[in-house]
């Protein structure tokens, strides 16, 4: 499993030719799991491999038989992209847990000449596998003992090969940013939430809602960040003795400030600090006695492992199920058994016991009463993720805020710091300004609101915003401050006069491509207006997910799964109408972010987009593919197009060709969906990536702010003082935006390298095109225990 020595390995030279594979899915459902398991069929099968289902888990593999162990086809999974749970089904199985049980389940695998197994599960079911390949040649042994198989037989089938996919909604295995199921659970989490609301402030009420986690506070930390929770209970941080009080004083301020409504999370295994369980009635009953506000419970209870996958999880899925084969193509008797895993926006693999080891460290240090050292066993981007809450829920008011001298005001505090959304709207805008505001006046600033972009910004649209004005923000989607595409360079003078009379001494626009470019003029303007040598900071947020410097943006994710869920119900369309091809044109400007990655995720034939050129073979070649596709049992196409990928092969010309020459074969359809596709509710991505990185660059204005002020004023003109904060693999990144000059194409409007154009031949894979997969930048066995990769305060795990 070592990093090949080539630096251009393409997937033509790793063959699955005579190889068996077997995938199974095993313990509590996810989201997520059939678009791992399409993944791997598809891709084991495109390498030249058997791939065979084990339906039922373990019990499946112990029972034998052909329902069973069953071989996979292209057809076999066709469909599965964008149902949740698992098709192939999954059961707990007591008699694998016996060597008996192993035995037989040895048994049946070599009977069909099965020696890879990829095993979807959560940490009991991917040790019981490691423990299952350890026993291997032991089990073979006594089978030809047995006379159950010859000793060619055992001979031949003398290694088995395991690798492992996390599938848990729980995100409770160490050495992945994020398991499969889990950004799904937070959807269907985050729906609930939303709902509940309106029903909260129509009468006044407080919610206790109860998530899953009986042994990790995930998906109750992160929803209650995404929706603004006033208390969340985990089970890694119980809350300190007195904690009644404390809550019950924090719920009767938020109503003392108008506020309508108050929303309590609570993790099904929260506890106390000396370990007695804190249930969501327990909870209710607090507040009615306390305080007697109307007080309901909801337990979503298995709502959360419902539903269909999101689209990260599809992505992720499918990702990892690629990643699997490769693992196992790649294999020797002597690698260990490893699991795939995510590490930004990179796939990795990881010894697979090396992970359950520290996951079990996790377990081990809470039951030790260590919760602080549990909490860092969870990786850094669940310290960001607590920090970041407690920041954001637990800080008191400007008007509570401690009184401070004068001197301390002149140095430390009282700076004025404008916040503006500039360009196209993108959902998450609003969380990241609601974070901005309550860390700024948490850190003592004096926060202002722009509405209108720079437009407001030279007519003097400038309001003070306080701790409650944002409150309810994070669910909003669009830009409740208002946004403009106008740029400053023409209304310089009347910016700087805005400034100058409201004292700003720090800027922080949350936009897209206009923000950067806005940016880049107002530090050109330094040099004849001094108004603009004030630290300025841009976070990323637009859907089209173009902004040089960061790989991803605030917006883009809900993007993605608006186009994944309208494209699962265009297909579903289909199902009754045999035999159609629809096109779909998705925004993004020259950028097809939004067309390639929405491609993976709803299983796409094609996505033309404008970094990969196409002509009118190409065109040609995909009709021809889809013709042959209809003569199979999945007799409709999907196809996508970036709407500036080519000037003269417009949606309207691929309609007509598409129609034209499937004339007898097929019918098309088109659908453009605009701006659909920029409204909406923020995804829980988008809200809790919004929340931090304005968060951090809240933080980072503090200290530059701190560090220029000199003489009784506030005065920066040095490129560091000019920043993006983007997302650069695992790392929130500080960049000048002078220097982001030479990796931006103007004309067009985009980074000119992007990550996500590596995935696209993942997308031609598992649509049944040849293709070449550079696999140079995979393949690499890290270790976690000792020398873990860190999660950064980037990491998707948000």
Known sequence: MAQPDSKKVFFENLTGAGKAIAVLTSGGDAQGMNAAVRAVVRMGIYVGAKVYFIREGYQGMVDGGEDNIKEATWESVSSMLQVGGTVIGSARCKEFRSHEGRLRAAHHLVEKGITNLCVIGGDGSLTGANLFREEWSGLLAELVEQ??????????????????????IDNDFCGTDMTIGTDSALHRIIEVVDAIMTTAQSHQRTFVLEVMGRHCGYLALVSALACGADWVLIPEMPPEDGWEDKMCQKLSATRSRGTRLNIIIVAEGAIDRHGKPITSSIVKDLVVKCLGFDTRVTIL????????????????????????????????????????????????????????????????????????????????SFENNLRTYKLLAHRKPESELPVVSPSQILIESNFNVAILNVGAPAAGMNAAVRSAVRVGISEGHKMFAVSDGFEGLYKGQIKEIKWADVGGWTGQGGSLLGTKRTLPAKHVDKIAEQMRLHNINALLVIGGFEAYLSLLELQEARGTHEEFCVPMIMVPATVSNNVPGSDLSVGADTALNAITSTCDRIKQSASGTKRRVFIIETMGGYCGYLASVGGLAAGADAAYIYEEPFDIRDLQSNVEHLTEKMKTSIQRGLVLRNENSNENYTTDFIYQLYSEEGRGVFDCRKNVLGHMQQGGAPSPFDRNFGTKIS??????????????????????????????????????????????????????????????????????????????????????????????PKESDASVAM
């Not at 959360?304 to 599809?314: K, V």
């Not at 983007?726 to 990144?733: F, I, S, Y």
């Open 147 to 168: 006379g159950l198989i010859s000793q060619d037989s055992s001979q031949k089938h003398s290694a088995l090969h395991i690798v492992g996919m996390v599938g848990s």
């Open 301 to 380: 209870g298995h709502v959360q492992r419902g539903g269909t996958p999101s689209a990260f999880d599809r992505i992720l899925a499918s990702r990892m199920g690629v990643e699997a084969v490769m693992a196992l193509l790649e294999t020797t008797a002597n690698t260990p058994a490893c699991v795939v895993s995510l590490c930004g926006n990179q796939s990795v693999r990881l010894p697979l016991m090396e992970c359950v080891q520290m996951t079990q460290e996790v377990q081990k240090a809470m039951d030790e009463k260590k919760f602080e050292e549990a909490v860092k066993l969870r990786g850094r």
């Open 695 to 788: 968060a951090k660059a809240m933080q980072w204005i503090t200290k530059k702010l701190t560090e220029t002020f000199r003489q009784g004023r506030v005065f920066a003109n040095t490129e560091d003082s000019c920043c993006l904060l983007g997302m650069r693999r695992r790392n929130l990144v500080f960049q000048p935006v002078v220097q982001l000059k030479d990796d931006t194409d103007f004309v067009h409007r985009i980074p000119k390298e992007q990550w996500w154009l590596k995935l696209r031949p993942l997308m031609k894979i598992l649509a049944k095109y040849r293709t070449s997969y550079d696999v140079s930048d995979s393949g690499q066995l890290e270790h976690v225990v000792r020398n873990r």
